[in-house]
């Protein structure tokens, strides 16, 4: 298993160029690995032969047409959906049917949902420290520490003791986004992070997205927004009808995709 | 140049604010509202002013017997010389003390719960659900402590109403989350077998409940065996209510979004935790209607308990009337019983508007 310091590992900044530094790095490195994955829903076969490694400190975009498995696959990383065949190994540990190994990946990836699911009954703090207090066992001071350590971050100390019913849409998105932080994850899965705002809440987000990239948290995001692929992602992956259907740096995959379908869907994303 | 004077503010037309602009605008607005205040005002003469007649102007307060009723009025006497038989039954009088100190804590405990600041108010509330009810049932029974024993069967009157609707209240609540829990669990035994149990206690009705646990059940019993008629009441009406219960939690939780179970288990939470701390208290906030008109349907179902021959306020009432020496005096008994439950079940309901209030934070999801 491997052991990593709390905090992410940072990668160098200044190394932009994203095909190199794969090469680089070591077989230990691999925080994600999926393996010859299958998912069926009843009898549809929802993902196919998925494989895909995930490396430290990686930003990987998924994108693909609505229905094509890209919110299953990452819902797979942390169990909230079952494969039925291959292996996902996150950090070290296989999901298994085994509750301890689910609740010890659990603990260390944060997952940020397209509809927010901030619990409406606690306040924004009580939000943030939940988890920390009940899972990771810490003294409340420190966990209300970090967590008004991580509103600022994410620009909303003030709201701390609000509800999140009386925060708008971004501001909420913001919260979930200081939520998962706060259990201190080594990966952080977004699904549709920014599907359901609007217009003009969209790039207090991403902006949050982009700060944290910048720091080397090793991210998995499933998103429409092309822009935060083009500038964050280190590989954008397309799928479509539960296949990877390619894979590749971002510069290479919106301006010259091999796979017809891709360019279909790039056509029909970016010109109207 | 010319220069800008405001004109004076002018009070508003009379006819629009305070109760004359109310009546206007609620009673009078068109000629059928007009019609139906009539009506309204009509019943209301013709029905209140026969009733605070007979209750209060020409009733008899005072005396000890039927011959001091003399007016067309309330004979009141007939209740308040046996306001202790309403309150105690057949507890006897040297005891009743202990009673008294019951209701005395009760009210210690309900009391801070309707007052916000309270220091100390969730202390008391946890003492209430797990220190009150043994500390109830060693000072009403006694048998310990040099507190001479009182066996169940001389309780009675509104301390008996008490006992019952309270130990239900407390019983049928925990039980029926944990039900309503377990009919929603993926563990097929449990499933089934809360459902079987729910299914089955709200197939019968509470008054064959009562009359099976006392009548049908000593009957299977071993010879010499027998446990007490009032706990086998006591247990048919919690398995009774949970059951009900059940069904409003269930509610509850059915109305919890799937994100809020997958963002606490996402967060590392276990089923209990994401029970216990994110879906039980929007679920449970959610039914409180539903769970307080339980609350008030379990109350008033404690008279069912008549059947069975304990007496409680209806049952005391009911003996009561039968005495040859107060003729006519029925409605009498009848009122002040009926009032009794009126009050508590009334104050059941306030207390559940004001906390519907207090725990609304925002909108939901």
């Known amino acids: 298993m491997v052991s990593a310091p709390a905090t992410p590992t940072p990668t160098p900044s200044e190394d932009t160029d994203a095909s190199p530094r794969l090469g680089s790095r070591r077989l230990q490195d691999v925080v994600i690995a999926i393996e010859a994955m299958n998912k069926w829903y009843g009898a549809f076969h929802v993902l196919r032969d998925i494989s895909l490694q995930v490396h430290r400190g990686e930003r990987i975009v998924l994108c693909g047409p609505s229905g094509s498995g890209k919110s299953t696959l990452i819902r797979c990383i942390n169990r909230l959906e079952e494969h039925q065949s291959g292996r996902i190994v996150v950090d070290g540990v296989e999901l298994t049917n085994d509750v301890r190994h689910v609740e010890q990946i659990r603990r260390e990836v944060g997952m940020v949902f397209q509809h927010f699911n901030l619990f409406p009954h606690l306040t924004v703090l009580e939000n943030c420290v939940l988890a920390p207090i009940w899972v990771r066992k810490e003294p409340r001071r420190v966990a209300e520490e970090r967590a008004m350590r991580l509103l600022e971050r994410v620009k909303i100390p003030e709201q701390a003791s609000k509800y999140p019913g009386q925060l708008s849409g971004g501001q909420q998105q913001r919260v979930a986004i200081a939520r998962s932080l706060c259990m201190q994850p080594k990966i952080m899965l977004f699904d549709e992070p920014t599907s359901a705002l609007d217009p003009e809440m969209i790039k207090e987000v991403l902006d949050t997205m982009i700060s944290l990239a910048e720091e080397g948290m090793t991210m998995v995001c499933v998103t429409h927004e092309m822009g935060f692929a083009k500038t964050v992602a280190d590989r954008v992956i397309f799928m479509d009808q539960g296949q990877i259907v390619e894979e590749n740096d971002p510069h290479t995959f919106f301006t010259n995709p091999v796979n017809d379908r891709t360019r279909l869907f790039l056509s029909q994303i970016l010109h109207h | ?365």
């Open chain 2, 1 to 365: 140049m010319a220069v800008f004077e405001a004109k004076p503010a002018l009070p508003p037309p009379v006819l629009t604010r305070g109760p004359v602009g109310w009546a206007r605008q609620n009673l009078l607005s068109s000629p059928l509202n007009v019609g139906l205040t009539l009506v309204g005002v009509v019943l209301i003469v013709a029905l209140v002013v026969p009733a605070v007649d007979w209750a209060l102007l020409n009733a008899t307060f005072r005396g000890t017997t039927a011959d001091a009723c003399t007016g067309t009025g309330a004979c009141w006497p007939f209740v308040t010389t046996r306001l202790d038989f309403f309150v105690y039954g057949f507890y006897p009088p040297p005891e009743r003390w202990r009673v008294n100190v019951l209701f005395a804590l009760l009210a210690l405990v309900i009391v801070p719960q309707l007052l916000p600041r309270f220091p100390g108010r969730r202390a008391l509330a946890v003492f209430g659900f797990l220190g009150l009810p043994v500390l109830a049932a060693v000072l009403l029974l006694g048998g310990i402590a040099g507190l001479p024993f009182v066996e169940t069967g001389k309780w009675g009157g509104l301390m008996l109403t008490l006992v019952l609707a309270m130990v239900g209240i407390l019983a049928a609540l925990p039980v029926g989350v944990v039900l309503a829990l377990g009919r929603r669990s993926k563990m097929v035994v449990v499933r089934v077998s809360c459902t079987t149990f729910i299914e089955f206690w709200r197939g019968v009705p509470l008054i064959s409940v009562l009359f099976m646990a006392s009548v049908m059940l000593p009957l299977f019993l071993p010879e010499g065996v027998n446990f007490d008629k009032l706990l086998r009441a006591l247990i048919g009406i919690i398995m009774f209510q949970s059951a009900y219960m059940a069904e409003v939690v269930r509610g509850g939780l059915q109305a919890i979004p799937r994100g809020q179970f997958e963002a606490a288990h996402a967060l590392g939470l276990g089923y209990w935790r994401t029970m216990g701390l994110i879906i039980l208290p929007q679920a449970l906030k959610l039914v409180i209607p539903g769970i307080v008109n339980t609350f008030i349907a379990l109350f008033k179902d404690t008279t069912l308990v008549l059947i069975i021959g304990l007496l409680d306020v209806l049952g005391s009432v009911q003996a009561a009337i039968v005495d040859p020496a107060w003729n006519r005096v029925a409605v009498e008994g009848y009122v002040f019983a009926g009032l009794c439950y009126w009050v508590f079940c009334f104050g059941m309901s306030r207390y559940s508007h004001a906390l519907e209030r207090k725990l609304q934070t925002g909108h939901k999801r």
